[in-house]
């Protein structure tokens, strides 16, 4: 169960759920249906699996740049229990934390994993409330996030202040991922998120503030058997605007389905069909250590209503690949990109091996 876990919800490891069938036992992702908040910031515990996934760039107060990553899931495992006892398996949880740090040159990563239960590990449903052993997120009474997780030479405290409405990603959070109706998750963002707090390296503890941004989504299908990765793209820009935009690949590298969204600074949302979101290579990273060639740099073309527009992402140093085999999970490059006017994440996934569930 820890191996079969951990090569799940690590594969799962940012934002995408595209999906084949329904799965039976599991409750299912279907259009029309209303999000509402703050319940849907909490829990869904009938589906397969769900994720709160919080990327950002930070600024400490010598005016270093950091970008940084905590994410949760959740998941119900095949057959989950019903039995009464405390002890019964319903839930696992799992948690992941990097730090993108360039005066180290490569990530700094930590995660935990646990069954639900006992007070130790727990996703609550009505609000965003999890915890890991003495890893949290959890969302407060004033509407701030707030985590605290840690890894290998660093212990990320942070607070992070929402500054605009939720962004329903596709159509109403019915996101599609796939040419079937029945490839969808449900799917929210939260861009532009102000963040505060403290980042302890090498046992100092320094302040630092900066932007971040917010993914929610849940589901209960799995990858298409063609798909054999993602790339994905969250970027907050420098006018107060939102940019998300992703691509499943085939063993081609087609994308299989496109898709996305641009909120500029007055508050109107764009929505992209696959059609409308292209993704091209500027230059490629080679590992050192897998071999895995990952196209770190890429321009991100949308057609908008006003005509095309176009982003260049650089990453804020190559070496950004996150490699969880040790503990039976992937190897994927996640990490801190920069635009001609904006800040972000990029994920690159599928690109050692197809990333299958």
Known sequence: MRRWLLACLALLAAWAVPALAEAPGYSVVRPGAVLTFP???????????????????LKTESGEDLGFQVTFFRSRPPGASDNPSAFALRQILFAHAAISDPAVGKLMHGQRIARAGFGLAEAQVGDADLVIDDWRLRRGADGRFATKASGEGFVLDLTFTPTQPVLLQGEAGFSRKGPLASQASYYYSLPQLKASGTVRRGGKAVKVTGTAWLDREWSSTLLDPSAVGWDWVGLN???????????????????????GSLRGADGRTVRFAPSQVRFTTQRNWRSPRTGAVYPIER?????????????????????????????????????????????GYLELTGYVSPMKL
């Open 39 to 57: 319940s849907d910031h909490g829990a869904h515990p009938g589906f397969r699996t769900e994720w709160w996934y919080v990327t950002g760039w």
């Open 237 to 259: 820009l420098d006018d107060g605007g939102a940019l998300m935009a992703f691509q499943v690949r085939d063993a081609a590298g087609k994308a299989l389905w496109s898709g």
């Open 299 to 343: 321009t991100v073309a949308v057609q908008t209503p006003g005509g095309p527009r176009r982003w260049t992402l650089k990453p804020l140093f190559d070496d950004q690949e996150l490699d969880s085999r040790a503990s039976g999970g992937p190897v994927y490059w996640e990490g801190a990109v920069r635009s001609q006017d904006g800040r």
